[in-house]
């Protein structure tokens, strides 16, 4: 590779970098799995297409935006919602992008996600 294309792709992808915002995605309070979420994110001049996605799902707002009976985004102004009905362990990472490449990401806060033992104590009388 000749040593000019080279700088021009590292400026390229410097760019590209500097480019990149990141912020914050609200959800409205701890969620219970099996319960509904609302999720949030404002960015300053956010420009569709917008998307948010988890594991392999991707809702995606261009012209329209996706409504389902599992999950609904809209878009007003500078403010992107994610409802979604049925929060399971398989939706708790999310993350959001728009055109121009403005982040965010979130792993859920559930209430009662904890993990239990149960073990049994057998008492023998002699040590």
Request: proline fraction near 2%.
């Amino acid at each position: 590779m000749d040593v000019q294309m080279l700088f021009f792709l590292v400026l390229a992808l410097c760019l590209c970098l500097t480019r990149t915002q990141y912020y914050k995605i609200i959800q409205s309070e701890n969620v219970v799995l099996n319960e509904s979420a609302t999720l949030q994110i404002v960015v300053p001049n956010m420009r569709r297409p917008v998307f948010w996605r988890c594991n392999n799902h991707r809702y995606e707002c261009d012209g329209t935006c996706p409504y389902s009976s599992d999950f609904k985004v809209t878009q007003s102004g500078n403010a992107s919602t994610l409802w979604i009905r049925k929060v399971t362990k398989d939706f708790l990472s999310w993350t959001f992008c728009d055109y121009n490449i403005n982040i965010g990401k979130i792993d859920l806060n559930i209430n009662g996600l904890t993990s239990t033992e149960t073990y049994e104590i057998n008492q023998n009388g002699d040590l």
